[in-house]
């Protein structure tokens, strides 16, 4: 999960590029099961079989996050 200055932070500079009502969600983990499918990875684990608790912990704290914000219309 972020931690809760890096969400402010980015939602001060989503604020400060002119959009309203920002929401950021954050802390869904990020379907990440290719990651350790991918073959560099498993050559990792292959040959340095004690990193593998190590690659999945990595893999299981990456999270994705989504913004949704409103651009008022300066045009009129």
Do not use: D, H, N
């Given at each position: 999960m972020?931690?809760?200055w890096e969400v402010?932070?980015?939602e001060a500079d989503v604020a400060a590029a002119g959009f309203v009502e920002v929401a950021v969600e954050f802390?869904?983990?990020y379907?990440?099961?290719h990651i350790l499918a991918d073959p560099r990875v498993q050559a990792v684990i292959e040959r340095?079989?004690?990193r593998e608790g190590e690659v999945r912990d990595f893999v299981e704290s990456i999270h994705g996050g989504a913004i949704a914000a409103v651009k008022p219309d300066h045009r009129n």
């Open positions: 972020a931690r809760t402010a932070e980015y802390g869904r983990p379907p990440s099961g340095e079989p004690w």
